[in-house]
């Protein structure tokens, strides 16, 4: 199967291409190489590479020449700096999307695997020991400001147990881009109905591994922990630390997109399909940067107190449908994979690509 992988010259796309490759598949790579994400121009890929920008529809529609399926990574990730940022994620993650879906309907290809993330939940999964499964609203920069990180029953104000998202719970983006995330599915969404097509959205929780990229505001919190060791400081853990997380190894995120861009076939035609992509072992972020500095050997991370409005307190996942359906599961523990990451290398710096 010859696929198209935008923004495969990045974090997650590059390891995907490897896998394809590995797979027996061949993998053609889009990528921009964006100054933020690529600060010195890679070395030439063994794939057909075409630099060119996904927003680009005569690049894109030359890239889809002979192409059968798309795995679309390409993207503005992270929450960014501030607000400012916004134009930026809606310009490079949904009209970036939009342009490619357009070129598609026009080619032919009908088969897309899309980088989804966790983000589009917003808050995870709640239970009050009253009113059982609940969804907190936002959390109150007052509340966060006295160190009151804990999401509380919206009916009665009661302390709530934190479980498992799936799939089927409602879309609550809480930030720029978790919103443009969102706006992506449902172009595909759109795509799909319009034209028969097939489209599978692996939504990430927090992937994590070699080459991912270091010191800079748009990378996730393993990143900067991971970057924070490699200048000998110790990680600042924000909040009390307390936060869970799904984090998966990229080798395994680059298993199920192949997976998934091979199963694309067999699912239904017209139709987008949300799988949630995480280890289904949830840690802490304090667990995640004691046991990165352990492995790193480095200083112990540093509890701030420090919060920011666009985070979540936890959303951890329920991956059992993408194992029941597909057959995918991960193989990097977690010790394992972060005593891998401890010692690995990471990119100069992202903003965009994969």
Same mark, same amino acid.
């Given at each position: 199967?010859?696929?198209? @992988? ?48 996904? *927003? ?8 889809? *020449? ?19 940022? &916004? ?10 999307? &939009? ?21 589009? %939940? ?11 499964? @609940?969804?907190?609203?936002? *959390?109150?920069?007052?509340?966060? =400001? ?20 799936? =799939? ?5 983006? *809480? ?28 939504? %990430? ?12 505001? %748009? ?14 400081? &110790?990680?600042?853990?924000? =909040? ?34 949300? %799988? ?26 540093? @509890? ?51």
């Amino acid at each position: 199967m010859r696929v198209l @992988v935008t923004g495969g010259a990045g974090f997650i796309g590059s390891h995907i291409v490897t896998s394809l490759r590995r797979a027996g598949h061949e993998p053609v790579v889009l990528d921009a190489l964006l100054p933020g994400a690529h600060p010195t121009v890679p070395d030439p890929p063994e794939e057909e590479f075409l630099h060119a920008d996904v *927003r680009d529809a005569v690049s894109v529609r030359a890239a889809l *020449r002979g192409v059968d399926a798309v795995c679309h990574q390409a993207a503005m990730v992270g929450l960014g700096k501030d607000f400012a940022d &916004a134009p930026a994620y809606v310009s490079c993650n949904d009209l970036g999307t &939009a342009v490619l879906l357009s070129a598609m309907a026009e080619t032919g290809v009908r088969r897309l695997v899309l980088a989804g993330s966790m983000v589009v %939940y917003g808050e995870g999964r709640y239970e009050c020991p009253r009113h059982g499964l @609940v969804r907190p609203g936002p *959390r109150l920069p007052e509340d966060l =400001e006295a160190g009151r990180f804990e999401p509380r029953c919206p009916v009665c104000g009661s302390e709530l147990t934190p479980g498992l998202v799936g =799939e089927d719970a409602p879309a609550d983006p *809480r930030n720029v881009y978790a919103s443009t995330k969102l706006a992506q599915e449902h172009l595909t969404a759109a795509w799909a109905r319009s034209v028969g097509g097939t489209a599978v959205s692996l939504r %990430y929780h927090n992937v994590y591994g070699p080459g991912m990229p270091r010191d800079t505001p %748009y990378a996730g919190v393993a990143s900067l922990f991971r970057s924070a060791l490699a200048r000998g400081e &110790a990680p600042r853990v924000f =909040e009390d630390g307390g936060q869970r997380r799904d984090f998966v190894h990229v080798r395994d995120v680059a298993a199920a997109n192949v997976i998934a861009l091979e199963a694309a076939g067999g699912l239904p035609a017209g139709a987008l399909t949300a %799988y949630n992509a995480g280890s289904g072992h949830p840690h802490t972020v304090g667990e995640m940067a004691a046991a990165l500095a352990r492995a790193h050997g480095g200083p112990r991370p540093v @509890v701030t107190g420090e919060f920011r409005l666009g985070d979540v307190r936890h959303i951890t996942a329920d991956s059992s449908r993408l194992r029941r359906d597909l057959g995918w599961h991960p193989e990097v523990g977690f010790d394992k994979g972060m005593a891998e990451f401890a010692r690995a290398g990471q990119r100069a710096s992202a903003a965009v690509g994969g």
